[in-house]
């Protein structure tokens, strides 16, 4: 049996590492975003999920936006 090809990570796999890249603790995410500190460590040791909302709120407090990404190689989109 041959590997299986990995996949692009998953948003919230995405938002997991760039939460700890940021170096800021659950404390500073809790003060800047709303959410609480517990639920962001639940969250970044994998123990839990994130509603909708506070996906929005951290996603808001880091300047993250979400975008589709170009899954055809080769084929660029050109501007205008």
């Excluded at 692009?8 to 659950?26: A, N, S, Y």
């Excluded at 509603?51 to 996603?59: A, E, N, P, V």
Aim: hydrophobic fraction near 25%; proline fraction near 2%.
């Amino acid at each position: 049996m041959g590997r299986k090809k990995r996949e692009q990570p998953t948003v919230t796999e995405q938002l997991r590492g760039f939460i700890r890249d940021t170096g800021k603790t659950t404390y500073r995410l809790w003060k800047d975003s709303g959410c609480k500190p517990e639920q962001i460590g639940r969250f970044l040791s994998g123990e839990r999920d994130l509603s909708g909302r506070s996906i929005d709120r951290l996603c808001k407090t880091l300047g993250l936006v979400l975008a589709k990404a170009d899954t055809d190689k080769g084929n660029e989109t050109k501007g205008a």
